[in-house]
């Protein structure tokens, strides 16, 4: 099955009509997103800032760039005037650097917030009491939705 049949059956496949598919391109090639993105894809889903500076260039301006992996506070300065949405925001210390990085370029970042709620110590989040809390609310350049970790 080629690309655009195989996301023609996905997407008919969706339930609810506003879900969005993000094709998650980490180690594909150019030539694969190209074809992707010529199929109809417009959102991309990277799990290292280096593969979305390399591959950011090279396709269409309307690419929506999601950063889906976990991300070091000192690489958010090189994503932060593209990137479409930054999944799993897992600590205070990001969040404040994401709000520092928007307001240095004046652009309100989406991202969605990480709640830890397992029993395992080696996932990353805020706490559940944490994620209520209204500390969030000292960020300005940031549009805030939350994901959960299990």
């Not at 180690?27 to 979305?52: H, M, S």
């Not at 897992?90 to 404040?96: G, M, P, T, V």
């Not at 970042?109 to 559940?128: N, V």
Request: charged share 25%.
């Amino acid at each position: 099955m080629d690309i655009k049949a195989n996301l023609d059956h996905i997407i008919k496949s969706f339930k609810n009509p506003e879900c969005k598919l993000i094709a998650v391109s980490k180690t594909k090639p150019i030539e694969d997103l190209q074809e992707a993105y010529t199929a109809g894809i417009r959102d991309f889903g990277e799990n290292k800032v280096q593969e979305i500076q390399a591959k950011q260039p090279e396709m269409p301006a309307d690419t929506r760039w999601h950063m889906i992996g976990h991300l070091q506070s000192n690489k958010i300065k090189y994503i932060a005037p593209f990137v479409h949405l930054i999944h799993g925001v897992d600590s205070f210390k990001l969040l404040k650097e994401i709000d520092k990085q928007g307001k240095k370029i004046d652009r309100v970042i989406p991202i969605l917030i990480q709640i830890h709620i397992a029993e395992e110590e080696s996932k990353f989040g805020f706490d559940y009491a944490y994620g209520q809390n209204s500390a969030l609310g000292t960020t300005h350049h940031l549009s805030l939705g939350l994901t959960f970790k299990k």
